[in-house]
């Protein structure tokens, strides 16, 4: 049997099983690829928030990764949450050194406002984690939170793709998840551009929906997409799942990331 294309993901764990970790290992089954995992973080976490969380020590980090790819190799690194400013520098220097294309979901808050990347973390993030991005992926709190930038309108998306294009990443997805109106998101490496428009599902259970996204795109370029082909293909994915998103627990349950199997 030929082995599928592998995909690490280096975040955290989510024990509710939506986002993190097991969202993108979900993801990544139900696109055809063989899931790996570098865990940064376990939070205590459930639908409606996260109680708390640990870091791993960075030489844990490190070693989790260094086992993966000096043996197993790896077609495509996602990252998530980092948690802190020694963990978003180990990364950073740990996906510059391969030789593979990144997606940095530069996760910072959750949905229930909970944060999941220490403030002091912020200048690393932008000096030595968003450099190393073949794609960076940031919502509208997180472009926010790392440039400045304002978005209240799909007009703002390009001035916010400018904005975090200037540290450096080759290309970025600016996620209009939070706007009202269609699901828009902007790609552009600085001279190519595409918007992709999706509808907007009404569906409170939408918890993993960043994670699922950027796992996605990982699993679509380890298969040999370009960043766009790759890109367009997630959101499709991403898309369907937030349909058959479901209610778990008291509060936002999960997307649904085998709705293509049902
Ligand atoms: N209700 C929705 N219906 C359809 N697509 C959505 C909805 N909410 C978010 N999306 C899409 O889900 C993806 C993740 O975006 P977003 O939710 O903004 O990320 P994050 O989880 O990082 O906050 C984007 O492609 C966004 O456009
Ligand atoms: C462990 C962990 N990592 C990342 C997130 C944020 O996930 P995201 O896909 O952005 O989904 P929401 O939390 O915004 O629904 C997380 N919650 N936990």
Known sequence: MTAPPRVLTVAGSDSGGG??????????????????????????????????????????????????????GVQAVKTG??????????????????????????????????????????????SKLLPAATVATPNLDEVAQLTGVEVTSEDGLRRAADAVLAYGPQWVLIKGGHLR????????????????????????????????????????LAKGQSVPEAVMAAKEYVTGAIAEGFALGGGIGPVDHGWRFR
């Open 19 to 72: 986002a993190g970790i097991q969202a993108d290992l979900k993801t990544m089954l139900a696109l055809g690829t063989h899931g790996m995992s570098v865990v940064t973080a376990v939070t205590a976490q459930n639908s409606v928030g996260v109680q708390g969380f640990w870091e791993l020590p960075v030489e844990a980090v490190r070693a989790q990764y260094r086992s993966v790819v000096d043996d197993i």
């Open 81 to 126: 949450m980092l948690a802190s400013a020694a963990l978003v520098e180990t990364v950073a220097e740990l996906i510059a050194g391969t030789d593979a294309p990144s997606v940095v979901d530069p996760v910072g808050v959750s949905k229930h406002g909970d944060s999941l990347l220490a403030a002091s973390a912020l200048d690393s993030v932008r």
């Open 181 to 220: 109106g269609d699901a828009v998101d902007l790609l552009t490496d600085g001279s190519e551009e595409h918007v992709l428009r999706a509808p907007r599902h009404d569906n409170r259970h939408t918890h993993g929906t960043g994670c699922t996204l950027a796992s996605a795109i990982a699993s679509q």
